[in-house]
């Protein structure tokens, strides 16, 4: 059983277009995020949500909706995808409090835009 | 802005060795730290955190804290091909989020 998934693995897809990513996670956390890693492999937080409420709201442009339909799921909707969208979008579920930063990641959502 | 750092890399070392990898912090309330592990094309995996001054072990990895410093360090001992990955050292800055440094590519040689 996959722990944090998420789908598609792969996008490519032409500049303008919209898409989205899909996130499951079956830890029973109440936290869960979404992080942006770049072609240098920087990893930046973008979005931290807790039990459906949005905490973490990082300086991320406007055109990327997060939604959490409940705790267990977390999505991603990106409009008109610009050629510096293409990344890796992580998914990730863990803890909050004093083991805030003991994450668990899905496999990676690798967004191509041409 | 708080900030972790780390040496990109490459950090090359023989099979059997001690590698060493560092990390920086920039925010001296930071309690917590963490190490994680990353295979090309894979995702972050967690594999040491430290919320104390001194040494934690785990198998092959130590990792150091040294809040005073502001300087978090992994030990992997008897280095072995499988280590051979991205590792990423990451702070809370009790902000209710993870920073992450950029990462230090380890390889070892056989």
Same mark, same amino acid.
């Given at each position: ?59 991320? /442009?406007?055109?990327?909706? /997060? ?48 | ?16 060795? @001690? ?54 360090? !992994? ?12 590792? !990423? ?18 390889? @070892? @040689?056989?």
């Amino acid at each position: 059983d996959t722990a944090v998934s998420q789908t598609p693995k792969y996008l490519v897809t032409q500049m303008g277009n919209d898409k989205s990513i899909k996130c499951e996670q079956n830890l029973g956390h109440d936290t869960m995020y979404w992080y942006k890693q770049d072609s240098k492999k920087f990893l930046k937080i973008m979005f931290s949500y807790n039990n459906k409420e949005l905490i973490i709201n990082e300086t991320v /442009p406007n055109r990327f909706s /997060p939604k959490s339909p409940d705790k267990a799921h977390l999505n991603l909707h990106i409009n008109s995808l610009e050629l510096g969208d293409s990344a890796v979008y992580f998914c990730a579920s863990g803890a909050r409090g004093a083991n805030t930063g003991e994450l668990f990641f899905g496999e990676g959502s690798r967004l191509t835009v041409l | 802005q708080k900030e972790v750092e780390q040496n990109s890399g490459p950090l090359s070392v023989p099979e059997g060795a @001690i590698a060493s990898l560092n990390c920086t912090y920039s925010d001296r309330v930071s309690q917590s730290f963490f190490w994680y592990r990353q295979y090309s094309g894979k995702s972050p995996e967690l594999i040491m955190s430290i919320y104390s001054n001194g040494d934690k072990e785990d198998g092959r990895f130590t990792a150091q804290l040294n809040k005073a410093s502001q300087y978090v360090s !992994l030990l992997i001992r008897d280095s072995q091909p499988s280590d051979s990955a991205t590792y !990423l050292c990451a702070a809370n800055f009790g902000n209710e989020k993870l920073t992450f440094g950029t990462g230090t590519r380890l390889t @070892i @040689i056989p």
